[in-house]
């Protein structure tokens, strides 16, 4: 299983300007790197918690259709197709009439199966990533709708970042502050699979 994001997020959780107010940043030419470091927070923030926070379009790849499918990025709002290759080796889309998803909202992965009375088709077994998944996952498309710990979470990471440009000691010092990941674990945020 393979998850790729295939569409970027229009816009960001957190802007350049509420990161420079969160790091006591006044000088404008500081922005292109505070942009990197929130553009860098906001994926280590996704990717721990399991969640994307603006929407973006990802593509799942597996290697044959199992009884279901968990989609790995919360929250799901909607799945664009599901592509595969059949046993001529040819590519096929599935009809949406022929699945059946549940959304579950933004604390459980969205899953997919058979519609009632039908069954996943017959792939080629030989080849890698023959079904495809595209589907659209985020909280919206705006920063408003991202939840407020996810946007605390960037803020907090990019300004550890900004405040330590030097090499880190392992012994000595944590690469992640320890408030990090007390922030992430209030939401009971996930890894799901």
């Not at 709002?77 to 998803?101: C, E, H, M, R």
């Not at 023959?130 to 991202?146: K, N, P």
Request: net charge negative; aromatic share 8%; hydrophobic share 35%.
């Amino acid at each position: 299983m393979r998850d790729t994001v295939t569409t970027a997020a229009a816009s960001s959780p957190v802007s350049v300007e509420e990161a420079a107010d969160h790091c006591y940043v006044t000088d404008a030419a500081e922005y292109p790197m505070l942009r990197t470091l929130v553009d860098r927070a906001v994926e280590y923030v996704e990717a721990h918690t399991s969640r994307q926070c603006i929407n973006a379009t990802h593509t799942l790849y597996l290697d044959g259709f199992p009884a279901e499918i968990k989609l790995p990025v919360l929250p799901v709002s909607s799945v664009t197709s599901i592509a595969y290759t059949d046993t001529d080796g040819d590519s096929q889309t599935l009809s949406s009439s022929n699945y059946q998803t549940q959304l579950r909202g933004n604390d459980n992965p969205a899953i997919i199966k058979p519609a009632y009375g039908c069954s996943w088709p017959s792939t080629r077994g030989d080849t890698f990533n023959v079904v495809t998944i595209v589907y659209v996952a985020g909280y919206g498309s705006s920063s408003s709708d991202v939840p407020h710990v996810l946007r605390a979470a960037v803020l907090l990471l990019a300004k550890h970042w900004y405040d330590q440009r030097d090499p880190l000691d392992e012994r000595t010092q944590n690469s992640v502050p320890h408030s990090l990941d007390s922030l992430l674990s209030l939401g009971g945020w996930g890894v799901y699979s």
